[in-house]
């Protein structure tokens, strides 16, 4: 091995992973998830059954929000590994963002763009995130072996 390049730590699955986060914080995070997810799909439907119907979405999308908010926090991860550690912090600030579009759902009745900018940019770090933990998960294992 060349002097300067320094032997990288061999991790093992639980070392990865982590300690198992609590089953009530994945069940509050998934169903803060599943909220936001309604809470942005109500102004869609709002277009057929009129804006009545749905004039409560703001409060929909917040609880949501709020909801996953506490999810993660209350969830961290336990492992060891410096990248996925990043990852999962990555991940909860898509909880932020998604409480920052809630605030500017509040704030301005006249533009939504900020809304659903902050929204977008959630979704994005949370998509990112789902894809690259397990990826660097089997990169490290296989690495190992």
């Not at 060349?2 to 982590?18: F, I, V």
């Not at 994945?26 to 909220?35: F, H, P």
């Not at 996953?68 to 991860?77: A, T």
Request: net charge positive; charged share 15%.
């Amino acid at each position: 091995m060349a002097k300067n390049q320094k032997e990288q730590p061999s991790y093992t699955l639980d070392e990865l992973q982590g300690k198992a986060p609590s089953t009530a914080m994945v069940i509050l995070a998934t169903v803060g998830l599943l909220t936001i997810a309604v809470g942005t799909l109500l102004p869609i439907f709002a277009v057929k059954f009129g804006p009545q119907a749905v004039g409560w979405w703001k409060y929909v999308y917040a609880a949501g929000a709020l909801c996953f908010l506490v999810g993660k926090i209350f969830s961290p991860y336990t492992g060891t590994h410096p990248r996925i550690k990043r990852l999962y912090r990555i991940e909860s600030w898509s909880a932020v963002f998604f409480c920052v579009a809630a605030f500017f759902l509040f704030w301005s009745n006249d533009s939504m763009r900020d809304v659903w900018a902050f929204t977008l940019a959630g979704g994005a770090l949370l998509i990112f995130t789902t894809i690259a933990i397990p990826r660097v998960i089997k990169k490290e294992l296989k690495r190992r072996s």
